[in-house]
């Protein structure tokens, strides 16, 4: 059962325009939920993290929207360039145990 | 810099041999190190979470004496892919958890193992 329900699978952005991924989770046990940028050939890079007891967190350009009662939470890249064109996933683990990653979304920021 | 650094970044071998692959965590001590396996355009399999000083925990499905796990460290856990045959061939990356703080997951830059 996939842990971390994430959407779209592509997405296709306009420079300067909003990218935004969707991710979705059962288990209330979970308590950090970060976002990952992968770049082809290279590992998955921490970009930003919340924990739910805020609803937004930003840093730069990227921002996470937490919605603690609809158990989702999503990543907004404003301004996307196209150096942002990769994979973000999503993941969701509770303390001390493993993390549960999202199926991955394919960003393409075209020029 | 990088706070997971994973060598090699890329290996060929020849069917039936052995690769080592190291992770080394330079920031912070883990307790815990998990690896992955990655194929084309899907997301993060996990192996195995590593852990200092006892057996690696497998995942179902992974062959425990074909991927051997070694964390002798707490800086340290190698992967060792034993009789590679070229279904063995994928993209293998390593993570540390942060064992303070929120617990942030780091990840090493991968290794592309290649079997002929």
């Known amino acids: 059962q996939q842990q971390v329900k994430q959407s779209p699978q592509s997405l296709i952005v306009q420079k300067g325009g909003i990218s935004i991924i969707n991710c979705a989770y059962e288990?209330?046990?979970?308590?950090?939920f970060p976002w990952y940028q992968q770049f082809p050939g290279k590992g998955p890079a921490l970009l930003i993290a919340i924990r739910p007891d805020v609803s937004e967190k930003k840093e730069g350009r990227f921002t996470i929207s937490f919605n603690k009662s609809a158990k989702q939470f999503s990543l907004h890249i404003m301004d996307s360039q196209p150096g942002d064109s990769a994979t973000y996933f999503c993941a969701a683990s509770s303390t001390g145990n493993q993390f549960y990653f999202g199926t991955g979304t394919s960003l393409t920021v075209i020029p | 810099g990088a706070v997971v650094s994973q060598h090699p970044s890329r290996v060929i071998c020849k069917s039936g041999t052995s690769v080592k692959i190291e992770c080394r965590s330079l920031?912070?001590?883990?307790?815990?190190m998990f690896w992955y396996r990655q194929f084309p355009k899907q997301s993060l399999m996990l192996m195995a979470t590593?852990?200092?000083?006892?057996?690696?925990?497998?995942e179902q499905g992974v062959e425990k004496d074909k991927f051997l796990i070694n964390h002798a460290s707490l800086t340290l856990s190698t992967l060792t892919v034993t009789s590679a045959h070229p279904e063995d061939s994928s993209f293998y990356i390593c993570?540390?958890?942060?064992?303070?703080?929120?617990?942030?997951?780091?990840f090493g830059e991968g290794s592309r193992l290649t079997v002929l």
């Open positions: 993570s540390a958890r942060r064992p303070s703080g929120d617990g942030e997951l780091f």
């Open positions: 920031d912070f001590q883990a307790t815990t």
């Open positions: 590593s852990n200092e000083g006892s057996k690696a925990t497998y």
């Open positions: 288990n209330t046990a979970f308590d950090y």
